[in-house]
């Protein structure tokens, strides 16, 4: 069985441009959650989506969007790119909304250069 | 404000000997606590996962305990390999209805033979 996977593994872009990541969570996984983790440091959370609506939202500006397609992949955007954007971003995917007893599988994660 | 915290940073220690590593959090209200073993530049790797019930839980060589009391855990690694080598991340769940994971900096373990 497939696990998490996300695309593009790596990309580089310029400051202003816009950017689309994928992700595939684990088939029959309902749950698919967005986390950037900068150079050096833990994984923040951006996004959670379960059966296509939002669920909850971290503390990014509203450059940062998401949504979840009816077979349960997602993509998350970035529009108008700094350069602090640059980071590994994890797609990370589960049966349930809750994290409680529910095992969280995360993806190899796409990096993103912005320059 | 919902934090973890990890130490140490980094831990250099000889293959075959056991490390321990330690995590305090401040994340409430408390779901859960997980450890994630973390490759350079992949995605982490679930290790173990215990509530608020439970105070040890093994997977091989990894025993993690929890003193919710303290809001503290630990990571035992015992009888350690090269392919140890890599980051530990503690993740605290507060029980917020979503899941929302807070993530310490991490422990970066390197294992030399």
């Known amino acids: 069985d497939a696990g998490v996977t996300q695309s593009p593994t790596h990309l580089i872009k310029t400051r202003g441009q816009h950017v689309t990541l994928r992700c595939s969570p684990i088939?029959?996984?309902?749950?698919v959650s967005w986390y950037q983790q900068v150079l050096g440091q833990g994984p923040q959370f951006i996004f959670q989506?379960?059966?296509?609506?939002?669920?909850g939202r971290g503390n990014f500006p509203d450059r940062f969007s998401a949504r979840q397609f009816p077979n349960y992949s997602s993509e998350l955007n970035v529009n108008a790119l700094l350069l602090g954007d640059s980071a590994l971003y994890l797609c990370?995917?589960?049966?349930?909304?809750?994290?409680?007893?529910?095992?969280?599988?995360f993806g190899e994660g796409s990096w993103l250069t912005v320059v | 404000k919902n934090q973890v915290e990890q130490s140490p940073q980094s831990l250099i220690i000889l293959e075959g000997k056991n490390c321990t590593l330690q995590?305090?959090?401040?994340?409430?209200?408390?779901?859960?606590l997980r450890w994630y073993k973390q490759d350079t530049g992949r995605g982490p790797v679930s290790l173990t996962i215990?509530?608020?019930?439970?105070n040890t839980k093994s997977n091989g060589r990894y025993t993690a305990t929890l003193d919710a009391d303290t809001k503290q855990s630990s990571l035992h690694i015992t009888a350690s390999q090269l392919s140890d080598s890599a980051s530990y991340i503690c993740?605290?769940?507060?029980?917020?209805?979503?899941?929302?994971?807070?993530f310490g900096t991490g422990t970066r373990l390197l294992v030399s033979p």
């Open positions: 088939s029959g996984h309902k749950s």
């Open positions: 989506y379960y059966e296509k609506e939002e669920r």
């Open positions: 215990m509530t608020f019930s439970e």
């Open positions: 995590c305090n959090y401040t994340v409430s209200p408390f779901s859960n």
């Open positions: 993740v605290v769940s507060a029980n917020t209805g979503f899941q929302k994971l807070v």
């Open positions: 990370a995917s589960s049966l349930r909304q809750e994290s409680s007893g529910n095992t969280i599988y």
